[in-house]
């Protein structure tokens, strides 16, 4: 594959990554099985327990699994062909994933921010 169709893949297949791995970790849907998560970590007996269900509410953890889990179906490689390029690849995408988390939980901050700035300003009214 050409590296500038590799490019174009790697940025696209970061985006589902992102978004399944901020939904599962922030959003209302998942948030009874996430403090349940939450819960299981912070009072696990062992330390292979308590790691595994932090994986459940950490972005950046989870983002990796996600990552495996896209490599396998999409058969994804970056700059070389087998192990090595899927090994690339699985860090690639779950750095441009986190790039793309980031931006958006930064973008939701400043919406929060214009938001209670406008109800503020409509208390003032």
């Known amino acids: 594959m050409p590296l ?6 790697l ?4 985006l589902p ?14 948030r009874e099985p996430r403090e349940y998560c939450l819960k299981r970590c912070q009072t696990g007996k062992t330390i292979a327990e308590r790691k595994f269900f932090y994986l459940f509410t950490c972005e950046y953890c989870f983002s990796h699994y996600v990552t ?3 490599l396998i179906i999409t058969d994804f490689q970056l700059l ?24 958006f939980a930064l973008i939701r901050i400043d919406l929060k921010k214009v938001r209670q700035e406008a109800e503020i300003e409509e208390k003032k009214k």
């Open 4 to 9: 500038l169709t590799q490019t174009a893949w």
């Open 11 to 14: 940025f696209l297949l970061a």
């Open 17 to 30: 990554i992102a978004c399944i791995a901020w939904t599962v970790t922030h959003e209302e849907v998942f």
């Open 68 to 70: 495996i889990i896209m």
């Open 80 to 103: 070389f062909t087998g192990w090595r390029g899927y090994l690339i690849a699985g860090f690639a995408l779950v750095f441009i994933a986190n790039v793309y988390m980031s931006l």
